[in-house]
């Protein structure tokens, strides 16, 4: 696998995925926007997704900080498992709070897509290179 993994790859249909297929990459966006070999980012979108079922805001929100730690863990994520906890949780929580769990009315919430990328960035542990990677495949869907 190159370093740019799609969401294809994921197995995330973005088109006819819905509201579900969005949040997905956009996890697998913010595990792979960070500095970490590619194969352990997918690594743990596998275990956070498919092994424990934590394929949405609502689901991953119920997860405890420890349940998630493990999960960082078990993908190979355990030098920024602490961290990257707290700021999925906090995500997931934001998503809920403020845009009724969906990445589609964040993107509804937003005049444009330089106003979406902005509204990301807003989130804690979300910088230009998780952005770019969400928006690369995303933005088509959204915009």
């Known amino acids: 696998m190159g370093k740019n993994v799609t969401a294809k790859e994921l197995g995330i249909d973005l088109v006819q995925g819905g509201e579900n297929a969005l949040f997905q990459w956009l996890l697998a966006s913010f595990l792979m926007g960070k500095r970490i070999r590619a194969e352990a980012a997918v690594q743990t979108y596998h275990v956070i997704v498919d ?8 689901k991953l929100a119920a997860c405890t900080h420890r349940e998630l730690v ?7 994520y355990a030098r920024y498992d602490e961290s990257t906890a707290v700021r999925l949780l906090a995500l997931a929580a934001k998503l809920m709070d403020e845009y009724d769990g969906t990445v589609s009315a964040m993107a509804e919430a937003s005049a444009d897509r330089r106003e979406f990328e902005k509204r990301l960035q807003d989130f804690n542990g979300i910088g230009p290179k998780t952005a770019e990677i969400f928006l690369g495949e995303a933005g088509e869907v959204l915009f």
Request: glycine residues 34%.
């Open 70 to 76: 493990r999960m960082l863990g078990e993908g190979g």
């Open 51 to 58: 092994r424990h079922g934590r394929d949405t805001p609502g």
